[in-house]
């Protein structure tokens, strides 16, 4: 079993829905990482968090520490979000080593 | 700003032949920089990370290795490259450990 599991692993959508990205996790972390990638392979850094919500734009993240969770929401979806959504943990035994999920591939339809 | 580069963006290699990437960063100091790799229809895995000049962590056995001869450069090197090193490259540097990593374009190797 991975330790960062993510879910779906392929997301289709039409253009305006709202939509959640799950990541679960096994081991001990001290912040979780929401990457995005796009067809070229570029990754950007969405967020980072270590407790609660954080939002950017049209994108919330969301952690449980206590259930070892996170979601990740698009709101209002655009063709332009298409692409792999990576959760990724930092351990807290090791704060230089990133956990990675194997991605969601988000495809908006217009 | 700071800024991350990687060359080349792509490389065609034979089984066997060496191998060298490079990364470097602008605009920061001191940063630490990693290593990642990505194999096709699979994640992201760490190879290698550095805090400083000289240090070198690895977290993978494999037939790679890597160096920072300068605070902002990183290389990674390969004596005979086999063919399971296909995969995507990606650099990373942060301001320190546990932060925010920022990624550069990525390198797109293939071995055949």
């Known amino acids: 079993k991975n330790e960062v599991e993510q879910s779906p692993q392929n997301l289709t959508a039409q253009e305006g829905e709202f939509i959640t990205i799950n990541c679960s996790y096994s081991?001990?972390?001290?912040?979780l990482h929401w990457l995005q990638q796009h067809p070229g392979g570029g990754i950007v850094s969405l967020f980072m968090l270590s407790s609660g919500k954080k939002k950017h734009g049209r994108l919330i993240a969301t952690i449980n520490i206590q259930e070892k969770h996170s979601s990740l929401h698009i709101t209002a979806s655009h063709p332009r979000d298409s692409a792999v959504y990576i959760c990724?943990?930092?351990?807290?035994?090791?704060?230089?080593?990133?956990?990675f999920g194997t991605g969601t591939r988000l495809q908006v339809f217009p | 700003s700071q800024t991350i580069h990687q060359w080349p963006a792509t490389l065609v290699q034979p089984v066997g032949s060496p191998l060298s990437l490079e990364c470097t960063v602008e605009?920061?100091?001191?940063?630490?920089l990693y290593w990642y790799r990505q194999a096709a229809g699979r994640g992201l895995q760490l190879l290698f990370y550095?805090?400083?000049?000289?240090?070198i962590s690895s977290e993978v056995p494999q037939n790679l290795s890597a160096s920072r001869p300068q605070d902002r450069q990183f290389i990674l090197s390969s004596k005979k490259l086999l063919l399971s090193d296909s995969g995507f490259y990606l650099c990373?540097?942060?301001?320190?450990?546990?932060?925010?990593?920022?990624f550069g374009p990525g390198t797109r190797l293939t071995v055949l």
């Open positions: 990724a943990v930092t351990l807290t035994y090791n704060t230089d080593k990133l956990i």
């Open positions: 605009g920061t100091s001191n940063p630490n």
């Open positions: 990373a540097w942060s301001s320190g450990s546990g932060n925010e990593q920022f």
């Open positions: 550095s805090v400083g000049i000289g240090q």
């Open positions: 081991v001990g972390i001290s912040a």
